[in-house]
């Protein structure tokens, strides 16, 4: 649609505001990813602090509607409907279309254009990932980024070279086992694809409560070699292992099933030392599923958006980054998204028994 000379030129907030809610487009009467319960909602990706049970309609990848599904159940919303990248599905005059936003398998951008383009990025990172498509730059007028790492200290490094600590400290400690903290959507999948990149290939063992998700991965043509429940394996055969857990269960009694287990914990936040010191992790992995600060600037600036609303995070920072390249920027401050880097997204974790 072109834009109306008679009335002067669209805005940004003509098409997408933000409410206690969300943000909300009032003209296609839907929401992006809702704290609360709407009527509409189109959902970015299948972690739980954006994609909330009890909506009316939900509009999503078809990935995310599954992870939904596996997570809240098949009665989770009114109804689903599929959307496929790149696919423009028009709602009241609003064309809409899902880019790869990179963070976790079925995660989307979501472009609105009606006048203007603007993007919402949901969670994303730019750095390869070979658990999901990666992010698919979108130029755009407004671009929605979070700001997780929105920080210049946070500067998340290589995932190999992380991945590579971890498999030293299974050789240095061959009678040990190696307990890894991951959230249980995105982060346990990735980190076991990073290990097999490295060419580890004996059996990764799980908690109960990665199997379901990990199996999805698997079952969308994701790569992860043997993987055994932990439950199932003797104290003797978990001498050397290596197994991942929700970042929870690394302190609990689940783990006594470890022998002298060394304790790790793969999250951007594992940049900050006294966190890992404060968790009394032996092994910080600075792996993440968010772009860093330096990832979150050059993105900013690849968009070409000269217009930049900030959510998610640590929202002033970039914020007064944006005034300082001449970009007109604002936070949001939507309360209700949780961290799941912390392993403290707004829904508890599910847990297995000991
Ligand atoms: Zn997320
Ligand atoms: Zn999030």
């Keep these: 649609m072109q834009r109306n000379h008679y009335v002067g030129p669209m805005r940004a907030e003509d098409l997408l505001v933000s409410t206690p809610a969300g943000l909300c487009c009032p003209s296609g009467g839907f929401y992006i990813d809702p704290v609360r319960p709407v009527d509409k909602a189109l959902i970015t990706h299948a972690h739980s602090d954006h994609a909330r049970a009890g909506h009316g309609a939900v509009l999503a990848t078809p990935e995310t509607l599954d992870l939904m599904r596996l997570r809240c159940g098949d009665d989770c919303a009114g109804s689903m409907q599929a959307v496929r990248y790149g696919e423009t599905v028009t709602i009241d005059g609003v064309a809409v279309t899902f880019h790869p936003a990179g963070h976790v398998l079925g995660s989307a951008q979501i472009c609105l254009e009606r ?37 210049p200290v946070f500067r998340h490094g290589d ?29 346990a999948q990735r980190l076991i694809a990073l290990i097999r990149e490295a060419r580890y290939d004996k059996p990764i063992y799980l908690h109960g409560a990665l199997e379901a998700l990990t199996r999805y991965y698997v079952s969308r043509g994701v790569t992860l070699g043997e993987l055994r429940l932990a439950r199932d394996a003797s104290k003797a055969e978990l001498a050397g292992a290596i197994a991942l857990c929700p970042p929870s269960a690394v302190k609990e009694v689940w783990s006594r099933r470890f022998p002298d287990p060394v304790t790790s914990f793969a ?35 690849a968009t070409g958006a000269g217009e930049i609303w900030v959510t998610h995070g640590e929202e002033d920072a970039l914020v007064h980054w944006c005034g300082s390249r001449g970009l007109a920027a604002r936070p949001l401050r939507i309360l209700g998204y949780g961290d799941e880097e912390e392993g403290s997204a707004a829904e508890p974790e599910p847990q297995e028994t000991a």
């Design 267 to 301: 999250s951007g936040w594992m940049r900050v030392r006294a966190r890992a010191r404060q968790r009394q992790i032996d092994l910080p992995l600075v792996i993440s599923d968010h772009a860093d600060w330096d990832g979150l600037c050059a993105t900013i600036l």
């Design 159 to 187: 995932p190999a070279a992380e991945t590579r600590k971890l498999l030293h400290s299974v050789a240095l400690f061959p009678e040990r086992a190696h307990l890894v903290g991951v959230y249980a959507l995105g982060k």
């Design 115 to 151: 006048g203007l383009r603007v993007v919402a990025s949901g969670d994303y990172k730019d750095v390869p990932d070979p658990t999901c498509l990666p992010f698919e730059l979108t130029r755009c007028d407004a671009f929605i980024t979070e700001a997780t790492f929105g920080l």
